[in-house]
């Protein structure tokens, strides 16, 4: 292959001509990494939207005529129905950034003569993150937790009557005919919540985002300030055997999150979703136990029994010192199971991936036994 000479004072096509095999081979230019700063204007996890169904189509009006017959009688067919507005949830969407603030479904078409009904107006179709509660006037209307699933957000409007719609025999010439009805018309508040199988749930700088990098192929934002981590991330887990474990890094909490202190319940309301809980607790600090009696009270009052679900704690930091001090303090003031481990040098790491495996499937066994499909990823 040889590069194309052009002449002097010709300017260069903006076609490539290079060969398929060629073009095939060549790098693809990588996309440029997002810092956290600039990653947080694009997650949204609470969206306000007012949608309207599509209105219906008026219906027709006219008589037939054609030579040799004078009265032919109407034939105004019926407008056809206003489409509706139709919330999708989809695995492929991860924020509700995308989601605009207003929606409205197509409109019906006119009934015509000659009997045609209108066209029916296609339906609207709003893809959303899976997670995502609907709420009208502070109250769950729909709740889209499995992809593909559907809620109608707004109904379309019915189509109107065209004049042969009223025909009868006390009428035969009727020239009546009626509108098409308007869309139902609502103001909608999407809340997202994250959907994974376990959440890690700590205090700022307590080694959740190293955690995270270290037994997925997540990347958050690691650095040694608190609240380095301004919105959730989803990592997964892979085993030999092809399962997948959702793990979410919960951003930190403090006390006084139920009360709307720090990040506050802007992000309590994602550890709702997960089936079991990964308490991570930094080993370095003076009596850690106090750690995890806080968090446990933070989450009993933002929910009744949310402390009580499943979990283990984690002893994060095992690397340092003071950390094997107070290891054997933290397993005598608990009754939970503790893992100690280093997510920075990867020591022990194996145990939190056999234990991570055992509470995966006894979650799975609970929810096939309620006859439940259990969240896969």
């Not at 207003?102 to 078409?109: D, I, V």
């Not at 080694?207 to 990592?235: D, E, M, Q, W």
């Not at 989450?299 to 001090?325: F, H, M, T, W």
Request: proline share 5%; glycine share 12%; aromatic share 8%.
């Amino acid at each position: 292959w040889r590069p194309l000479q052009l002449p002097a004072g010709v300017l260069q096509p903006n076609f490539s001509t290079t060969c398929a095999k060629c073009s095939k081979n060549r790098r693809l230019r990588h996309k440029r990494a997002i810092s956290e700063r600039k990653l947080t204007r694009y997650f949204v996890d609470h969206r306000k939207v007012r949608v309207v169904g599509g209105q219906g189509g008026g219906g027709g009006h006219s008589f037939h005529s054609e030579p040799r017959k004078i009265f032919g009688g109407p034939d105004g067919g019926n407008g056809g129905d206003g489409g509706h507005v139709i919330l999708k949830a989809d695995q492929q969407i991860k924020s509700l950034f995308s989601v605009l603030p207003f929606y409205k479904g197509f409109n019906g078409e006119r009934g015509r003569s000659k009997n045609c009904y209108g066209a029916n107006g296609a339906h609207m179709y709003v893809k959303v993150p899976v997670g995502t509660s609907v709420k009208e006037n502070g109250k769950v209307v729909a709740d889209l937790t499995i992809h593909g699933e559907e809620y109608v957000a707004a109904y379309g409007g019915a189509g109107g009557k065209g004049n042969r719609f009223f025909l009868s025999n006390e009428e035969r010439a009727p020239t009546c005919f009626t509108p098409g009805e308007p869309g139902q018309e609502r103001v909608l508040h999407l809340e997202l919540r994250t959907t994974a199988h376990a959440g890690l749930v700590g205090f700022p700088n307590a080694g959740k985002s190293s955690l995270l990098r270290a037994i997925s192929r997540a990347r958050p934002a690691v650095a040694a300030y608190p609240f380095t981590t301004l919105n959730p991330h989803v990592g997964i887990v892979h085993y030999q055997d092809y399962e997948q474990i959702a793990v979410a890094d919960i951003p930190g909490l403090i006390k006084g999150a139920h009360q709307n202190r720090g990040l506050g319940m802007a992000f309590l309301r994602h550890i709702e979703r997960c089936s079991f809980l990964l308490y991570v607790v930094d080993l370095s600090v003076s009596q850690p136990w106090v750690q995890l009696q806080d968090l446990k009270y933070e989450l009993e009052q933002y929910q009744k029994g949310l402390s009580e679900r499943p979990c283990v704690v984690i002893g994060n930091k095992i690397d340092l010192a003071e950390s094997r001090i107070n290891l054997p303090l933290l397993k005598e003031q608990i009754d939970e199971r503790v893992i100690a481990l280093s997510a920075l040098t990867g020591d022990n790491l194996e145990e939190l991936f056999l234990h991570l495996r055992e509470l995966y499937d006894s979650y799975v066994q609970t929810e096939q036994s309620r006859g439940q499909n259990p969240v896969k990823w």
